[in-house]
């Protein structure tokens, strides 16, 4: 599991572009609509979610950590 640091408040579609895990802001939105994205272990279908420092996110088996910068 990886380690990303980051500047809290971050939303979900806005982490995944950050931490590489979506290419671009249309393709997280995809991500997240398809239901491809876990948010501590769950589907999480909602693109404005706000994450913090902790919670984890999965795309496609790589799991990523949100740190506080």
Do not use: W, Y
Request: glycine share 12%; hydrophobic share 40%.
């Amino acid at each position: 599991m990886t380690e990303v640091n980051v500047r809290l408040p971050i939303r979900l579609g806005q982490f995944l572009k950050l931490a590489n895990l979506a290419e671009s802001g249309a393709h997280a939105r995809e991500l997240i609509e398809t239901g491809e994205v876990l948010l501590n272990g769950s589907p999480c279908t909602q693109r404005g979610k706000q994450l913090g420092e902790g919670d984890t996110v999965t795309v496609h088996g790589e799991s990523i950590t949100v740190i506080a910068d």
